[in-house]
């Protein structure tokens, strides 16, 4: 697998579990105990930390990226694994 693959690959797993992990420790103001601003929304983080959900998406994406590679070069799970569909009629079986 070529160094670019590798690095798209984990780019897209990067933006997957920052997306993912964005709802994890946020605090309203509410649950925080803090008075809200005027024409604050409701929903609206207290202390929103990008940097810190920088950092877990990228120890989540770099062990994603590790198993994506060693599935690929090991062959642990192939297609033919996750072929849930039925053969058709009349076709050889492996």
């Keep these: ?4 693959s590798i690095a798209a690959i984990y780019f897209l797993f990067w933006v997957m579990s920052a997306f993912v992990m964005l709802p994890f ?3 309203t103001a509410d ?5 809200k601003v005027p024409g604050q929304a409701e929903s609206a983080p207290v202390n929103f930390r990008p940097g ?5 998406a990228t120890i989540i994406a770099a062990l ?3 198993l994506f590679v060693a599935n690929y070069e090991y062959a642990w799970i192939t297609i033919a694994d996750i072929d849930v569909l039925p053969k058709p009629p ?3 079986a492996d």
């Design 1 to 4: 697998m070529q160094i670019t």
């Design 25 to 27: 420790g946020v605090r």
């Design 31 to 35: 649950e925080a105990g803090v008075e």
């Design 52 to 56: 810190r959900l920088a950092l877990r």
């Design 64 to 66: 994603l990226t590790a």
């Design 90 to 92: 009349g076709a050889a």
